[in-house]
């Protein structure tokens, strides 16, 4: 048998990249696949993520060939996805928030009044779209036949984001100054942890007079309580 001698096998060298082990004999397609592989399935992400891994133009070309392969989904322009897997169901697609927060880059989201209304029982009406309250700038998108919408609103009106008591404070502006009462209070409380309802109250000094009334009488009626 003939030996090739003075020859050594190839050597993977790698290098850290913002918490990326990037190993410089692998194309720029193989280190997509590899990370994308690592992250949790069902996280929806974008071509940003791997910003360092190739140039733009790579990184598109080579989401573009997984999804035709099958490897990932393309859920809305410049949102992919590596699909989670129920043997029941086959593949599942994230839940609409978890797109909008990817799309949203980093901006605040916030439950739509309308939604956040009727998840405290406060109206029987659901919503005919999905629209969320952002702190960046109004977005639309598609996700298959539905069109999310992402709707600026006021850093004010954004106040308690992210938690039940923003989602409450959401429904109360939706509801607005003539729907508001001390019952509506009274049924917010009955929905909210003591903790989160707290915080609600605490909040008065960012609401308009006719919400923080509202709370105002609310104690009035239950100070014997």
């Given at each position: 048998?003939?030996r ?5 096998a ?10 990326l ?6 194309s ?6 590899e ?8 996280e ?20 573009s ?10 859920i ?46 406060l109206?029987?009406q ?5 629209v ?32 039940p008591?923003?989602e ?28 989160e ?24 009626l239950?100070?014997?309580?």
């Amino acid at each position: 048998v003939a030996r090739i001698t003075g020859a050594r096998a190839p050597r993977a060298s790698c290098r850290m990249s913002d918490n990326l082990v990037v190993f410089s004999d692998m194309s720029t397609a193989e280190l997509i696949r590899e990370h994308i592989y690592r992250l949790p399935a069902g996280e929806p992400f974008t071509p940003a993520s791997f910003q360092n891994l190739g140039s733009r133009a790579a990184v598109d070309q080579s989401l573009s060939r997984l999804a035709k392969a099958g490897f990932i989904t393309r859920i809305t322009r410049g949102v992919f996805v590596r699909p989670a897997e129920n043997r029941h169901l086959g593949k599942v697609m994230p839940e609409t928030s978890k797109v909008a927060n990817t799309v949203a880059k980093g901006a605040t989201l916030q439950v739509h009044g309308a939604e956040a209304a009727r998840r405290f029982g406060l109206t029987t009406q659901a919503p005919t779209q999905s629209v969320f309250y952002t702190s960046g700038p109004t977005k639309r998108f598609q996700m298959g036949k539905m069109e999310v919408v992402l709707k600026h609103r006021s850093a004010r009106k954004m106040a308690l984001a992210n938690r039940p008591a923003g989602e409450a404070l959401s429904a109360l502006w939706y509801l607005g100054r003539h729907e508001v009462t001390p019952e509506t209070i009274a049924q917010i409380r009955r929905k909210l942890p003591a903790v989160e309802f707290k915080a609600l109250i605490e909040a008065r000094a960012s609401m308009p007079w006719w919400m923080a009334d509202a709370f105002h009488r609310h104690e009035r009626l239950t100070a014997h309580e």
